[in-house]
DNA sequence: ACCGTAAACTTAACACTGTAAACTAAAACC
DNA sequence: GGTTTTAGTTTACAGTGTTAAGTTTACGGT
């Protein structure tokens, strides 16, 4: 019956493929079916249409980015160690995978409609494991300051860092290597809650 | 001879509406010639593409918070205070002119070509205004810190926060004034150089 | 006053994009 | 073997940025 082996695959195969190697624009419904060699309608019969496309790559790219984030936990003991190794992790996963991480955090909401909000699962728990360390690196001590607010600024700084050394706005004579240990230092100063309020 | 009133002007009248009013997707080439009551081609007389049509927006937003960060400093005296309140004044920039924010800051770099670098001086002009301040604020000690360096995780901070606000991913049980001096405190920590490198 | 030229603007067209509807071929079922 | 269902294609539409050619209008010179 099938004139293709498992399509499904096959499309998803491509545009990924199309993704990481060409970036987001070039992932157009007619460049992926020509990679497949079927036609461009064809990914309708798998896909409700080309956000649910992109969507399964997002939820890929999650994935990934949950188990790097996961490995962190197993490979040290102490929790402060984990938060820096973690958010080091974070901005390595963007860094090396730039594509994937446009179109899983980039992508303009209008250009796009939102990802569903049952999907956030991966992004909050990811959230939550930060929180977690925090919490647990700090010792119990201070109640009072929320973790889940930290572990929400920690990752704007990594997104924001992420963000701005991908479309190469860090200024020149600031090396790779001294941008990544600033911020992560940066973040693990959340580590210590000694905040004086404005 | 000239059948419209300063047509260029017009052009970018419309521009701006659209995006402001409808986001930066509602910015078409035939939605402003409709709006200007002018062929879509016309818009081709004074701008070079979409892309420079665009680019003379994030100029004029560039202009806007350029200037409200320069009053940051003649509202205050002491630097600490001014570092402060430029890292809010930012920050409400994005929050209260979301559609600037996405031209300036958040569009993808393969869906328009990268902002001229010598279009850059007034965003770079605004990360040497926060490294100024910085290390006046620090009072010259430890001159070892390049504030370049720790304006520029500033400014990721900043960003991130900006851009997961605005993606609406910030954790609904985070209230937006709470996020919002949250974040200053946390750029104001960059106030006190008390690091521990990794 | 008239002609030629240059400036301002429009018309028509091209190569793309995502997507819906209609059509076709092949397999599955009874 | 005939009918229905599945898998896939063909065609078409409305939208995008952009280019090239055509048109109208105003200006300058003799």
Redesign the pocket.
């Known amino acids: 019956?099938?004139?293709?082996d498992n399509?499904r695959e096959q499309i998803l195969d491509q545009a990924r493929h199309l993704l990481v190697e060409k970036g987001y624009i070039?992932?157009?419904?007619?460049?992926v079916?020509h990679l497949v060699?079927?036609?461009?309608?064809?990914?309708?019969?798998?896909f409700e249409?080309?956000?649910a496309l992109i969507h399964s790559l997002i939820e890929e790219g999650m994935d990934i980015l949950h188990q790097k984030i996961k490995e962190c936990l197993a490979a040290e003991s102490d929790s402060a160690a984990q938060f820096k190794r973690m958010c080091h992790s974070f901005l390595e996963f963007g860094f090396t995978n730039p594509e994937y991480y446009v179109v899983m955090f980039q992508l303009p909401t209008d250009e796009m409609v939102p990802y569903p909000a049952e999907k956030y699962r991966r992004a909050r728990s990811n959230l939550q494991q930060f929180a977690d360390v925090l919490h647990q690196a700090r010792g119990e001590k201070q109640p009072t300051i929320d973790p889940l607010v930290d572990a929400t600024m920690v990752w704007s700084l990594l997104h924001g860092a992420t963000s701005l050394y991908l479309a190469q706005r860090i200024d020149a004579r600031i090396p790779k290597e001294l941008f990544l240990t600033r911020t992560v230092d940066y973040a693990a100063s959340m580590l210590n809650p000694i905040h004086q309020s404005s």
């Open positions: 019956m099938a004139k293709y399509l070039n992932v157009t419904m007619r460049k079916a060699g079927c036609t461009p309608t064809s990914i309708y019969l798998y249409n080309k956000d």
